[in-house]
């Protein structure tokens, strides 16, 4: 069957349905007139009898039996119209037809008055046998065809929803077979087959033919969305007239419904990124906040709420996270050292082959996936540690000794500034550590001297300080990244301002992303003040 013929087809079907639905949602309104007809109905039909009871008086006893059929059918129509009693009334006025009340005005309605009460008695039924659409069951490959044209022809949300009403009726029909079958089969595993196989075959082709099409397209566009520093060829733009298809569809919480079982389109997108979303992350790390990025924008673009997979956000080579080496700061800074010229650390000896590092850019990834709040906890952790040790460059800086050494070279350079040319001598520096050598050793003779605990000492507050300077620079980078929104945004307006392809909620996601720039930047400046 072509598609055009297939088309004209379910849209007389959508018609029909359409008629249904409108008696069902106005079924109370429907139900009480009806009440109101019924009862108008049996007053006309109660008062041609009373009349025809009057005519037969005057026949004696040729008109006894006529009179009692009557009696029998007005005691019937005083209660209520079910189809039993109207069956007897029927049948006593075909008792009663006496050739006198044929001549009567009244008399011929009577039957027309009983059939109205027969139609309104059931009006449900009547509507159900009217629009019942379960001969679609004998044509199912329509709705492979239909499925197939959403995408293309984006018809609207109600045309999709009287469509699967007919496809319920189609299931209806299978429930009663499978009911029959019952009946002759006792064997279980035979139970339910009919209808089962039916919905089966529906879902297979809705998911094959419109949901898997309607996932791609949405991931599609929301890479197209999170890469916008690349050129993208205008045709894997998604259209604005299928934008607005997807956000109808969308936001409209639509389920399908097939007798019990159901599914939601939303719910559908939604276990589709996640799922996709936590495959690919687990593939490849560094990717991570690509995906959480798409996952942004498909909340933002079309109302979607993909859950976060939990995965690390870091990169394949990363050995340390900045939150393990804030746990053990002070060890952290005796066992690595600083370069920094490529703002780095590298451990200084390791049990195995290889060394570790943490650059500011290992560093950025934890910061991502722990957040902006690692950075007040760690400049804390580093100000504490240099108090620490600050405490015991003091202390050893007012030994007696070491005071009486730093004041006579202090002299000693003030006096002969003009003859040093402001260069103090390394042989006198070297002839002033030799003495502080000689002020005693750690734990006996064999032990490290003072003056080389403090010389390393030095060392750890030097560490301490680059890695709060890592700290910043890893932060920046991460504000960074969202930078390429406040470029974007003039770009934006302006294709705003010649169509509109959905570019509003991407401003709002602009707008929020520099609003939170501008909180990251003053936090941390105001952490980087804290610590000078």
């Given at each position: ?10 849209t ?15 079924w ?13 109905w ?6 041609a009898?009373?009349h ?5 008086r ?6 006894i ?85 959403l ?9 999709i ?21 019952e ?16 919905q089966?075959?529906i ?11 309607l ?35 969308l936001?409209?919480t ?7 079982r159901?599914v ?32 942004m ?22 050995g340390?996270?900045?939150v ?38 290992h560093i ?7 957040g902006?709040?690692v ?16 405490s ?10 070491v ?15 003009k003859?040093l ?11 002033l550590?030799?003495?502080?050598c ?6 006996g003779e ?5 003056f080389d ?16 300077r ?33 570019t ?29």
């Open positions: 069957m072509r598609r055009s013929t297939m088309g004209r087809v379910l007389v079907v959508q018609s029909i349905k359409l008629i249904s639905k409108t008696f069902s949602d106005f109370p309104v429907i139900v009480e007139v009806s009440q109101q007809a019924c009862q108008q049996r007053c006309h039909i109660i008062s009898i009373d025809g009871r009057l005519v037969l005057d026949e004696g006893e040729k008109g039996q006529s009179v009692e059929a009557l009696n029998v059918a007005a005691t019937v129509l005083l209660s209520s119209a079910s189809r039993a009693r109207l069956v007897v009334a029927a049948v006593a006025l075909d008792i009663a037809n006496h050739k006198k009340l044929r001549s009567l005005a009244e008399w011929p309605q009577l039957n027309s008055l009983l059939s109205r009460l027969e139609t309104l008695s059931r009006p449900r039924r009547l509507i159900a046998r009217v629009c019942d659409c379960s001969f679609l069951y004998f044509h199912r490959h329509l709705f492979r065809l239909y499925f197939g044209t995408l293309q022809e984006r018809p609207p949300i109600e045309e929803t009287l469509t699967f009403l007919a496809i319920t009726d189609c299931a209806v029909l299978a429930k009663r077979a499978t009911e029959r079958r009946e002759k089969r006792k064997d279980e595993e035979k139970k339910d087959g009919i209808l089962r196989s039916f089966r075959e879902w297979t082709a809705l998911r094959e033919e419109f949901m898997s099409g996932c791609g397209e949405i991931e599609n566009d929301l890479r197209v969305l999170s890469h916008k520093h690349l050129k993208v060829d205008e045709r894997d733009k998604t259209p604005a007239e299928k934008h607005a298809f997807f956000t109808r569809l936001k409209s639509m389920t399908l419904r097939i007798l019990d159901s939601s389109v939303r719910d559908f997108v939604e276990e589709y990124l996640e799922r996709t979303f936590y495959n690919l992350t687990a593939v490849s790390l560094h990717d991570a906040h690509t995906y959480t990025k798409m996952a924008m498909a909340h933002f673009r079309y109302g979607l709420n993909p859950l976060d997979g939990r995965l690390p956000h870091s990169i394949v080579n990363q340390l996270d900045v393990n080496v804030m746990k053990a700061l002070n060890t952290f800074t005796a066992t690595y050292n600083y370069d920094l010229y490529h703002n780095l650390f590298v451990e200084k000896r390791s049990s195995s082959r290889t060394l570790h590092i943490l650059s500011w850019e950025s990834n934890s910061l991502r996936m722990h902006m709040g950075v007040n906890t760690s400049v804390n952790l580093a100000y504490q540690l240099l108090r620490k040790k600050l015991i460059v003091n202390e050893f800086l007012d030994d007696e000794h005071k009486a050494m730093l004041s006579g070279e202090t002299k000693y350079f003030e006096e002969n500034r003859q040319k402001k260069m103090y001598p390394v042989k006198r520096a070297e002839r550590k030799n003495a502080m000689e002020l005693g050793r750690v734990g064999e032990g490290e001297t003072y605990r403090f010389r390393v000492t030095i060392t750890q507050l030097g560490n301490a300080l680059g890695f709060v890592s700290m910043k620079a890893a932060a920046d980078l991460v504000v960074s990244d969202a930078l390429v929104y406040d470029r974007e945004e003039e770009t934006t307006e302006s294709e705003q301002a010649e169509k509109d392809d959905g509003e909620m991407i401003r709002k996601l602009l707008k929020e992303n520099r609003d939170q720039d501008a909180r990251n930047r003053q936090y941390i400046e105001f952490s980087t003040i804290r610590l000078h």
